[in-house]
């Protein structure tokens, strides 16, 4: 067992020691910090200068009341009266005002307007101009019919509507809302992890393949103690990568939360994690993880040259990628049939299971058998992958299909 914790120590200091390892842990902390704060980031690049809007009030009878209205909404507007479009244009040109609103009405008499600028990919102005103009024909419509204000209130006021689980264990609609956000970063969390860690793992074999240091390791160490080391050296190293995520992650929210809290991280439910979730997101990303390494490692284990390696290994991606969209369809309907039978399927259940785990309330039963469903197909891949790994490491030259699996389990029977 020496050898395999030598093999196991050599991966893991290896990999972590890589400039790939710590540009791309250092690129997504820094994304991470970003994220966290992200509101002091923008307020340290806004400039602070309010939008000014021109209006051309053709009717002569809304200028006031909408200029009033609009910069009470909107306290970053100035909004000013000119005379004539050619000024308009002019100030635009010369960059004094953003853009203009030409306000009007139609042949029945009903307020309407158009917004003109150099640029309307600043929506929030156009927006907030066309909320403005609606709240201009509320108070018209409401002069002419003679409403109060209550009675204009009870108009827009939408119906009550409301969804009631009837089983005491389902999760309330808030509950739902939140877990759907918090979900699916954890979705994307796996679904990263299993496919890169598990490249990883084939491009490493065959990588020392190509170098021919594997006819050196193969001579001093078990070609199956070599594989499982390999695959959990490169485990340790996708958790020590995730802590570093988490843990800067905890202290940056931890110092925003105050300014976060009713934004990004409330929509993404991080304002009530519920710790069985994170638990189900650990041993769902481990077994995911143990299924797709064992798979390719014995790919890995099959070509000769780095260059093979994706191509060998892509129907392993499909299925991840398979794996991801399902999840992505279910957030919206996790119980759909096409959901719960695909989270049975051992390839398809670490993301799916998740899913379900994190929206629904499964049956500890449906979590376990899926579960075990997924520990057999591990143990039955490490089975057939270890003969094909012992096999495949003595394989040489070109490998494009997948009948050199037939041969490298000749292989294996004599070596």
Known sequence: ??????????????????????????????????????????????????????????????????????????????????????????????????????????????????????????????????????????????????????????????????????????????????????????????????????????????????????????????????????????????FTQILLFLGVGYVTVKQNLAELNDGFFSVFGFGSIQPSILVYAVIFMLLGYLLYATLAACLGSIVSRVEDVQSMIMPMTTLIIIAFLIAMSGLSNPGASYVTFTSFIPFFSPMIMFLRVGMLDVPFWQILTSILILLGTIGLLAIIGARIYRGGVLMYGSSKSFKDIKEALKMSKHS
């Open 1 to 238: 067992m020496n050898k395999f914790w030598i093999v196991f120590a050599h991966t893991y200091l290896t990999k972590i020691k890589s400039k790939s390892f710590i540009i791309t842990t250092a690129v997504m902390l820094v994304l991470i910090f970003g994220l966290s704060n992200v509101t002091k980031i923008i307020d340290y690049f806004d400039d602070n200068e309010k939008e000014k809007v021109a209006v051309i009030d053709q009717t002569g009878a809304y200028f006031d009341l909408f200029k009033n209205t609009a910069e009470t909404m909107n306290k970053e507007l100035t909004v000013q009266a000119v005379p004539n479009e050619k000024e308009a244009k002019k100030q635009v040109a010369d960059e004094e005002i953003t853009g203009y609103l030409l306000i009007s009405e139609d042949s029945n008499g009903e307020v309407m307007g158009v917004y003109k600028a150099n640029e309307i990919s600043n929506t929030e102005v156009s927006a907030g101009l066309s909320t403005t103009l609606n709240q201009l024909k509320l108070q018209k419509v409401k002069t002419e019919l003679n409403l109060t204000d209550q009675q204009i209130e009870a108009l827009n006021k939408p119906a009550v509507f409301e969804t009631v689980a009837l089983k005491e264990s389902a999760k309330t609609e808030e509950d739902l809302n939140q877990a759907r956000g918090l979900v699916y970063i954890l979705l994307f969390v796996i679904y990263f992890s299993v496919l890169m860690y598990s490249s990883m793992i084939a491009t490493e074999v065959a990588t020392e393949k190509s170098s021919r240091v594997m006819e050196i390791l193969i001579s001093s160490i078990p070609p199956i103690q070599q594989m499982f080391a390999k695959i959990l050296g490169v485990a340790l190293l996708n």
